[in-house]
């Protein structure tokens, strides 16, 4: 793992208070989106996550890092001598001076405790048009976003893009104006005025397949639903695409095939599926070579070679003889054009990454 030197000069007898205040907001200042700190016995490491890679910062006394983690227990309210079990937490920005909102979490390991905060900086929505998708992606997106009934399924892992992508097209349609708006997240990241937002809990009983059968008698017209786990929730989405809703949601597949055939696992319909789904997007993340160096590694870019990224997309619209094929099961017929592969051949084209990028994040070659 590469080491970048953000955090200098970490002393045993340092203030844990103030250690932790400095650490978030050198994060911040890194665009880092979490800061891992991990007990190694007599020592702890800090990471910090930078455009979706762990990035090694520093290493510091174990007797700092203890106190640091109990300092954060205490900031979110957990149990600070509990370390057996995992626990979760949150800590408000005004707790640390800083500009975000954190998630804490907890997790035991045979050297010691690890804690994972995940920054949470709440800048306005972005739009659609902000995002950098494609042209002809876009215009897929926002010709389903103007329908009055079908379903759009974003698939792709974890740190992929997916909510940002959601949350776009909840702006646009909160700008479009004129339905009613239901969502259920885990967690709600982001406030959208005009949007009824809804966050699932498990601890209270409230799934999001038990959310998405009540929300329905709340009268939606567009309904967003954080990610279908369960045949319960795939079917309910189904359901409520062909009786006039327009639904959006996640589903973890790999591929936009792989949409199609977890779906037909999940939904005994087969014709329903074919008839509901109108778009899918399968998207990554791929790191954008520094302006300032073009990947040489400067200040700017922390010695990475990268800053922020953009995202690389296929999208299916299915069509007559598609559905056909769906309802038949015949789902390694359909043909995807262009592919992720063809979408990041053009970026490295065009210089705005590399192929070193798209090897690490596709595990192909784009050239």
Sequence with gaps: MQRVPLIEGAAAEASAPEFLERLVQQAEGARASDIHLQMLGQSASVCFRLDGVLTAATEIPGSLGERVIGRIKYLSRLKTYQESLPQDGRIEKESLHSGSDIRVATYPTVTGEKVVLRLFNTPDVRRLNELELPADVLSQVQSFLHQTAGLLLLTGPAGSGKTTTIYACLRYLAELGGRHIITVEDPAEQIVPGIMQTEVSEARGLDFAKAARHL??????????????????????????????????????????????????????????????????????????????????????????????????????????????????????????????????????????????VQRVLGVSAA
């Design 216 to 357: 329905l008698r709340q009268d939606p017209q567009v309904l967003v639903i954080g990610e279908v786990r369960d045949d319960e929730t795939a079917n309910i989405c189904l359901r409520a695409a062909l009786t006039g809703h327009l639904v959006i949601s996640t589903l973890h597949a790999g591929s936009c095939k792989g949409v199609f055939e977890r779906l037909l696992v999940l939904c005994k319909d087969h014709s329903a599926v074919a008839s509901s789904v109108a778009l899918v997007l399968n998207q990554r993340l791929l790191r954008r070579l520094c302006p300032a160096c073009f990947g040489r590694t400067c200040p700017q870019c922390l010695g990475t070679g990268y800053r922020n990224r953009l995202p690389v997309v296929e999208s299916f619209c299915p069509e007559d003889a598609a559905r056909r094929l769906i309802a038949a099961s015949q789902v390694d017929d359909l043909v995807v054009k262009p592919s992720l592969e063809d979408r990041a051949r053009v970026l490295v084209d065009a210089k705005v990454t590399n192929i070193e990028e």
